[in-house]
Each structure stands twice: as structure tokens, then as C-alpha cells.
């Protein structure tokens, strides 16, 4: 049966995802990942009825102009600033994304940067796979900062930011936080989380988790200043979005002193990562893979060929993609991610 509808996918995908996909669409899927052009994704996106995208496809006006096929973009990620919404919107184009699926997978992933960034653990690894572990080792070497018993902030208190709060039960912490808006009593009592300024959040946290969408005015919301009212014990850890952080100038602190260690996701114009921060021992640095488990990569990549399906109206939510971010483009309420 000849298929009326064609979809790109711009990298390669678990191949059951693309299976439930080419029972509907008639498929092209990249071989590798790697960012395009403005140019490259307009010719791209102007073949097909649909497409997945992940967060180095950057999809803006330009890239949509003159484009009179398109009728979704699934986004492989919760954050989507990768995507021009209102662009989208304007054009009558569907977009999704994928959020919950990847809440405590990420959840796990804070931590485990945190931990790593804490107690030293890729340093002290890279220093015995050198050879260099060969007896002599004083008793006051390799000391890190306690975790247990200490204050987690998180900056930006959403799903991921709560399943962070929950985890810190077990570490005996307390959990402040600051968000644009504050949580429900029940939220934050369930959370065990208490509200705070950014300034009192900053200084008080002796393990700082950022985990903020991406926006402009979220650019820098940790650079040389906040740096600056952080304890020089604290740790940092950005499994956000680069950019959130003025990486030159947090690589300045770290190298100074001002900050103990950082744990690094995301990075500003990554996938290249500043040098400065590449040559640091007490940063634990990891190429944006905090959602990277085999379960929820895979729960991701089939809810973007789920929010795909139904937005070119197949499947069992054929006419309503699960996670749709411009729902007013189908009458629905407009702005709940
Ligand atoms: C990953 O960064 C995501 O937004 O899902």
C-alpha cells in the first residue's frame, strides 16, 4: 500500500520506534546526528508532512518559510528551545515534545554528577588509570565535600527539579529552592522543599542543581556575580540547558577557588565545551546525556513517533498528540508544558 504521508527523521532511532513509524509514513532517517544549516533544514522539512527533530536541529522562521507542508515537529526532549514556538504556531504547525517520560531518569542523573563533582570521582579515576596510584597515598588526599547532611538548592522547581527534592530524603538535606513561582504548600511539604530568594538560594546551598528552561531571560542566570555569592565549598551541578550558565566565568571560579566543583551536562555552544572548563580536575564534564538510559531514551523516541503519528492522525491518538505544545492550534488552551 502506497503511504500518503512522508516523515524525516533527523538521526538515527531505536529500530522498533521507526518500525511503529514506516507502519503509517513512508520514512527517511539519518545516519548520524549533526547540525545543519538554516538551508539544509528547509530543503529537509520542505519533502515531508512531518518530522522528528532532536535539540541540535534548530527550527526557526527561516528554516519554515514558504513551507505549505509541513504539518508537525516532534521534538526529541522536554526543553524545546531549540524550537521557535510562535513560528510554528504562526505556520499552523504542530509541535511536541516529550516531557515526563525522562523526569527521574534525569533525576538519577543530578545526582549522580553531584556525587561525582563531590567526592572527586572521574579525577581520582583518571589518576589511577594514569599508573600514578602507587602507595604513598597520604590520608588527608582526595578529600571532597560531604553530601549528606548538607543544603540542596535547586534553581527551577519543576517536574525534574521535584524529583530531584524527593531523592535528597535519604541523603539527611535540606532542600531549599527558587522557582518564578512558587509550588503548592502540598508540593513543597511532599518535596520536603522550602521556598527561597535567588540571593539566599546562591548563598545557602551547599550543592546548587539547575534545572531551568531555557530563555532569554534565563541567559547568564548563573554568571560572574551569582558565582560570587556561592560558598567556595559549594558545588554546582547544570543538567539544564548551556547557556544557563556563563561557562568562562564559571570555569574562573573553579580555577580559583570560589567554587569547590561543578557537574556539567550542558554546555554553551556545545557539543564544542570551553577549553578552560576542559582542562579543570574538579569539573565532572558529560556530553548532555542525563535522560541517556536504554528504558527512557527509548520511552522518548516513542513518544515523539507517538506525538507524530497522531498529529498526522494515526494510531490510537490519531487528532491528539500526548504532548502537544501549541495546543491551540487544535482549539485546545494555548502555554501548559
Ligand atoms: C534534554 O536535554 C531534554 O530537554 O530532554
Known amino acids: 500500500m502506497s503511504k500518503s504521508h512522508s516523515v524525516w527523521v533527523s538521526r538515527p532511532l531505536f529500530p522498533e520506534v521507526l518500525a511503529s513509524l514506516a507502519r503509517y509514513v513512508e520514512l527517511s532517517v539519518e545516519n548520524k546526528e549533526t547540525k545543519r544549516t538554516p538551508e539544509q533544514l528547509h530543503e529537509k522539512l520542505a519533502a515531508v508532512d512531518g518530522a522528528i527533530v532532536g535539540l541540535s536541529d534548530r527550527i526557526e522562521a527561516s528554516v519554515l518559510a514558504g513551507n505549505r507542508r509541513l504539518r508537525v515537529i516532534a521534538n526529541l526532549g522536554v526543553g524545546y528551545n531549540n524550537l521557535d514556538l510562535p513560528a510554528l504556531t504562526a505556520a499552523g504547525i504542530l509541535a511536541t515534545n516529550t516531557p515526563d517520560v525522562l523526569t527521574q531518569t534525569t533525576a538519577d542523573y543530578a545526582w549522580a554528577l553531584m556525587l561525582a563533582a563531590a567526592r572527586r570521582v572521574s579525577s581520582a579515576e583518571r589518576w589511577l ?16 565535600v560531604d553530601v549528606h547532611g548538607k543544603t540542596l538548592g535547586i534553581l527551577g522547581m519543576g517536574r525534574i527539579g521535584q524529583a530531584v527534592a524527593r531523592r535528597a530524603v535519604g541523603f539527611d538535606m535540606r532542600v531549599i529552592y527558587h522557582n518564578r513561582s512558587r509550588l503548592p504548600e502540598a508540593t513543597e511539604r511532599e518535596c520536603r522543599a522550602e521556598w527561597v530568594e535567588k540571593a539566599d538560594l546562591l548563598k545557602r546551598s551547599d550543592h546548587l542543581v539547575l534545572v531551568l528552561p531555557y530563555s532569554a531571560q534565563n541567559h547568564h542566570a548563573i554568571g560572574a556575580a551569582e558565582l560570587a555569592q556561592m560558598k567556595p565549598t559549594a558545588v554546582l551541578v547544570n543538567i539544564a540547558r548551556g547557556g544557563i550558565v556563563d561557562d568562562a566565568a564559571l570555569a574562573a571560579a573553579l580555577r580559583e577557588g570560589t567554587l569547590a566543583a561543578a557537574g556539567l551536562d550542558v554546555f554553551e555552544g556545545e557539543p564544542s565545551v570551553n577549553p578552560a572548563l576542559r582542562e579543570l580536575e574538579n569539573a565532572v564534564l558529560s556530553p548532555h546525556i542525563a535522560s541517556a538510559s536504554a528504558d527512557t531514551r527509548r520511552a522518548m523516541a516513542q513518544l ?11 494510531g490510537p491518538n490519531a487528532g491528539h498528540p500526548p504532548s502537544l ?13
Open 325 to 337: 505544545l501549541n495546543p491551540q492550534l487544535l482549539g485546545g488552551q494555548g502555554g501548559e508544558t
Open 304 to 314: 515523539a513517533a507517538d506525538n507524530l503519528l497522531a498529529a498526522l492522525g494515526y
Open 129 to 144: 588509570r594514569a599508573g600514578r596510584w602507587r602507595g604513598g597515598m597520604r590520608f588527608d588526599d582526595w578529600l571532597g
